[in-house]
T-cell receptor, first 112, second 115 residues
Framework: DAKTTQPNSMESNEEEPVHLPCNHS???????IHWYRQLPSQGPEYVIH???SNVNNRMASLAIAEDRKSSTLILHRATLRDAAVYYC?????????????FGKGITLSVRP | DAGVTQSPTHLIKTRGQQVTLRCSPK?????VSWYQQALGQGPQFIFQ???????QRGNFPDRFSGHQFPNYSSELNVNALLLGDSALYLC??????????????FGQGTRLTVV
């Protein structure tokens, strides 16, 4: 399985933007970049995914490097509810390659 | 839509016993995956069921088995429980055909404690 590398932790102030980096130097051409987050005492929650182009949705933005070897999840205005573990995951596009391989993720703390 | 529901929410078992965990997928989803999450770790993939067959399997022993029913709900069975099986067991559902997949929705999990 292609691997991702994330910092262990990051701190942010409430209402400020947050940039969460992820390195995936061994990504293959058919791997999508997925982000999930896990709030305390809850199951993981889908955040966003992309292949080559930058992506935006109501929760966040995903910026993908041109060579696809790194990406950044952007939370435009952090709230206390965004404090969670964020996982960057590479996932195949077919049903047979759809398992999610979680690492340790990055723990985001948000200061009021 | 109730989303993904898992039962029970908590369970305490004794070493050597067997346990069955249950999962109802989100409406319209046909694929169910199971994950084990030890304290302080990310979830680890156990296996995935699609069309009532095990389609993918992670690095877990045969003591871990599962089943998917015609209504897409699923069970995870663990035999001969060990203390190390104590963990949060997560079920995720998605709509994963042969040539596509969709975002996975997770349940709240079943907290299994083996004593």
């Amino acid at each position: 399985d292609a691997k991702t590398t994330q910092p262990n932790s990051m701190e942010s102030n409430e209402e400020e933007p947050v940039h969460l980096p992820c390195n995936h130097s061994t990504i293959s051409g058919t791997d999508y970049i997925h982000w999930y987050r896990q709030l305390p005492s809850q199951g993981p929650e889908y955040v966003i995914h992309g292949l080559t182009s930058n992506v935006n949705n109501r929760m966040a933005s995903l910026a993908i490097a041109e060579d696809r070897k790194s990406s950044t999840l952007i939370l435009h205005r952090a709230t206390l509810r965004d404090a969670a573990v964020y996982y960057c995951i590479l996932r195949g596009y077919t049903g047979a390659n759809s398992k999610l391989t979680f690492g340790k993720g990055i723990t985001l703390s948000v200061r009021p | 839509d109730a989303g993904v529901t898992q039962s029970p929410t908590h369970l305490i078992k004794t070493r050597g016993q067997q346990v069955t965990l249950r999962c109802s997928p989100k409406s319209g989803h046909d694929t169910v995956s199971w994950y084990q999450q030890a304290l302080g770790q990310g979830p680890q993939f156990i296996f995935q069921y699609y069309e009532e067959e095990e389609r993918q399997r992670g690095n877990f022993p045969d003591r871990f088995s599962g089943h998917q029913f015609p209504n897409y709900s699923s069970e995870l069975n663990v035999n001969a429980l060990l203390l190390g099986d104590s963990a949060l067991y997560l079920c995720a559902s998605s709509l994963d055909g042969v040539w596509m997949n969709t975002e996975a929705f997770f349940g709240q999990g079943t907290r299994l404690t083996v004593v």
